[in-house]
């Protein structure tokens, strides 16, 4: 993806001045709402390019049992991302969301999630997520 393009997490907003710094930490999400989608931009984006920003995004308290291997699912082509609701109070967020996505060539699945964020050192950290029906 180039700077240019339309970033792949919907935003609406050029790669360059949306997801791309904070891929390439040259800089940190303000909100929980910029995390959720830089995360998905390193989801959509491919398994070789971005496990690593997963892992550094994850928080300590509940990555001890990740793997990098696990972060990323062989066939899945995420599709889109849609943002529900969010809600950030200090060092607390919530952002409830919606993933488009396939496997290999099969329908259009979605994966809908109520995450916990918090925010540690200034740095904003997935902590956990909800994963609705």
């Known amino acids: 993806m180039k700077s240019s393009d339309l970033c792949i997490c919907g935003s609406g907003r050029v790669f360059g001045k949306c997801c791309e710094p904070f891929l390439n930490y040259t800089a940190k999400p303000k909100t929980v709402k910029q995390l959720v989608r830089s995360r998905y931009a390193a989801y959509a984006l491919g398994e070789n390019s971005h496990r690593e920003y997963l892992v550094r995004t994850w928080h300590p308290a509940t990555a ?15 599709k889109s991302l849609e943002i529900i609701d969010t809600t950030q109070k200090g060092d607390l967020g919530r952002v409830e969301f919606k993933a488009t996505y396939a496997v290999d060539d099969g329908p259009d699945l979605v994966h809908h999630e109520i995450s916990a964020f918090h ?10 997520g909800k994963v609705e029906e």
């Open 119 to 128: 925010r540690n050192k200034g740095v904003w950290l997935y902590l956990e």
């Open 64 to 78: 001890q049992n990740i793997r990098m291997a696990d972060l990323m699912a062989e066939g899945h082509v995420w």
